[in-house]
């Protein structure tokens, strides 16, 4: 099992992020993918979710609204489309087929105000 999470950086407040979650070694479309942050000095915690066919999705509070989940299963890939930042989206990000114990080495996020 291997889940490669790319596309984190450097961004301002306000602005837009996509990140991408590469994943092999496992039936990808008959697991849910979740996207996990880890701030500074904070536990991981889940903030989106996608169903194995994509039709349904779970977003925590914190990004509503600001976060799209989506998936290719043609691909094995999960995008998370990040727009309007906030400095407290600040943290590492990572992807983690639920249910499968592997976890990839994240990509940094960090947004300046």
């Known amino acids: 099992v291997q889940l490669v999470e790319s596309g984190g950086g450097l961004v301002q407040a306000g602005g837009s992020l996509r990140l991408s979650c590469a994943a092999s070694g496992f039936t990808f479309d008959a697991y849910h993918i979740a996207w996990f942050r880890q701030a500074p000095g904070k536990e991981r915690e889940a903030i989106v979710c996608i169903g194995s066919s994509g039709s349904s999705t779970y977003y925590a509070d914190s990004v509503k609204g600001r976060f799209t989940i989506s998936r290719d299963n043609a691909k094995n890939t999960v995008y998370l489309q990040m727009n309007s930042l906030k400095p407290e989206d600040t943290g590492v990000y990572y992807c983690?087929?639920?249910?499968?114990?592997?976890w990839g080495q994240g990509t940094q996020v960090t947004v300046s105000s």
């Open positions: 983690n087929a639920i249910g499968l114990t592997s």
